[in-house]
């Protein structure tokens, strides 16, 4: 099949680029452009509470006012407000409130919007539309900061603009300056180190332009899915597709260039061997895309819609990149032929390696050593693990730079740091009889007195009387960890206790929210996880027809993630003093550490397969194998990791966290799993590790025959980074 796939795309290259250019083209102007969200409560199913209050909110109070952002007033010398400073925060709130921006209702304070201790005034701006994440309300924040400068002259204040429509821009401004770095670096890291390896400026150049298509045509398809299955990525999806595109592509890309290298150098002609090049590796590429695949598919049973959202993303690119590195790369090389070499002739001679060598004669002589301290490395480091603390409030994952960020510190100096998004509860009559008016007050007074929460107040009742709206201050940031705590624990529980007779109560807002993601991230990790592995294990098993070399091959990989997330929080916990990762990461790290670096076991075994089926001795196989593979392994690797490690010149500790962990781990699984630990192993087992297949005799050497090719010994991509 990869022979015929090959031969189409060498022999009729105009035809296949005109394809991909024409798909990219009008994918680009058709296709719908990705949805984004940071409203945790579109991520999650209907059953939790926070989604049922949020519902509840819609139907009862649809006129409800609740503001989407803060404006805080400050003296610039940071004393307290004079009588002539309040006065000039209502007549600026009026100058800002006449401006009438799209998505703005009003802007609005009052007497009691200062502070106790007097440094500090607040005035609420209100959105027209009730979800904070409409696009209006954040535009309409970046206009009134505007404004407010003109406003503020002449006047001893500054002003901050805070809440969720503040931090939303902010997180979406600082996020579209990190995709633009974060594309910049990873273009020029590519193109350095495939120079560095081929000596070719055309080659070096080349990857990238074709992987620009790929994107194309990725992105394009991903919005069509997700247009379709309404699905919704996070704002964070875009930079992580193009790691995953021009990392992953390169890799595969460097795969299909090594082996065409070689059969150039086994003395075939240029379209011959692209020919060759694609029927030999194409079963490895496929196998590897086809693990990273299913990995990412695995997302779908996910309870969270950005997991979910994430999951068939990814999936696509890599389903696109498969594709393209199995036409559209060879279509390409087909036309310019042994000219993408220039003006190396590298391609011509077999250099040497004694690094690779040496490499591969220590493993084979001593096996069990370097197996036992490859597992003891990778065990100390998965030690880590028992430290991690999952990290729910994303807000401290911005830049501390951010104006929403400055303004919310601000703010915490006079009032309730829950003052901003205070939490939502909500008291329904289990009879549709109107609610009781004592017994609601009696109610609040029970939930001011709750520990943790700094004031309770009724604010509103539905027009038949049934349904009462309390809106419960925190003393904590709405994302932190003791908000989260306090959310989804004493006080859900006191506001169920505390109910009035013969109603219930449903807790909201933002912390509720996050308690509810607590708990769907760890249903997912009891289902993502094993279904991943037990995924990634029959495509191991279909291509090395055996039952026994997947398992080892995925205990080798979960020792690989626990030392890469130990690692990590040993770095960010440890040594920055972070309280907590990413409550991601050990998804994210699990899917792409196991999924992305067992492409590197996969090239490992498929050659110890090939030399154990070929009759070479033990350690003679063993040797071969790591000698050949390692310049490969070694060069994807750095090329993959490096396009990770991009993600860590992000000013979001979110990506920073995320590009390291990633980036270690495929390190980790390139030179600790593939090249000493898995052909160790391999070897220990001998022929039991290909069990049920390969037991019979080891086949004989095929006879010399006339071609080059054939008098020398079978080589595959892992041999052909050293030339």
Known sequence: MFRRIGRFAVHRPWLTIAGWIIAAVALAMLAPGLKSTTDETEFLPSHYESVQAGKLQE?????????????????????????????????????????????????????????????????????????????????????????????????????????????????????????????????????????????????????????????????????????????????????ILIVVLFGVGTDYLLFLLFRYREELRAGEQPKKALVNAVARVGETIASAAGAVIVAFLALLLSTMGMMRAMGPSLAISVAVTLVAALTLVPAVFSLLGTKAFWPSKAWKKKPRNRISDSLGSSVARRPGVIAAASAVV?????????????????????????????????????FSAGQSDPAMIYVQSGNGTPLDKGALDAYRTRLAGIDGVGSAALTATSPDGTVAQYSVVLKYRPTEDKAIELAGGPLRDAAHAAAPEGTRAVVGGTSAVLSDVEKAVNHDYKVVFP??????????????????????????????FGATLGATVWLFQGAQHKSGLLFMLPIIVYLFVVAIGTDYNILMVARLREEVRRGVPAREAIRTAVSRSAPTISSAAIILAGTFGVLMLADNSMLQQMGFAVAFGILLTAFIMAMLLVPTVTSLLGHKAWWPGHQDAPRAEPPAAAHPRDAAPHRTEGEEVRR
Do not use: C
């Open 59 to 239: 139907k009862a109070f649809p006129q409800t006012e609740q503001p989407s952002a803060i404006a805080v007033f400050q003296r610039s010398d940071g004393g307290k407000l004079t009588q002539q400073d309040r006065d000039a925060v209502a007549r600026i709130t009026k100058g800002l409130d006449a401006k009438h921006h799209k998505g703005i209702s009003k802007v609005v304070t009052s007497p009691q919007a200062v502070s106790p201790n007097g440094e500090i005034a607040l005035a609420n701006i209100v959105a027209v539309d009730r979800n904070p994440q409409d696009s209006a309300a954040p535009d309409a924040v970046k206009d009134l900061r505007s404004d407010a400068k003109s406003l503020l002259s002449g006047t001893q204040l500054k002003m901050g603009i805070t809440g969720q429509a503040a931090t939303t821009l902010d997180s979406k401004e600082s996020s579209g300056n990190t995709d633009a770095m974060i594309m910049s670096a990873t273009l020029l890291l590519i193109v350095v180190l495939l120079l560095a390896i081929f000596r070719s400026p055309l080659i070096a150049l080349l990857p990238v332009l074709i992987i620009g298509v790929v994107f194309s045509v990725a992105l394009g398809l991903i919005g069509i899915v997700a247009h379709a299955g309404g699905l919704k990525a996070d704002n964070n999806i875009t930079p």
């Open 378 to 414: 990778l065990a100390v480091l998965a030690i880590g693990t028992l430290s991690f603390k999952a990290e729910f409030d994303t807000d401290s994952q911005l830049p501390q730079k951010l104006e929403s960020v400055q303004a919310m510190k601000d703010l915490q100096r006079g």
């Open 531 to 560: 279904v991943a592995g037990i995924a990634i294990m029959i495509i191991l098993g279909l291509l090395l027809r055996s039952l026994v070399a997947p398992v080892y091959l995925m205990i080798s990989v979960a020792l690989g």
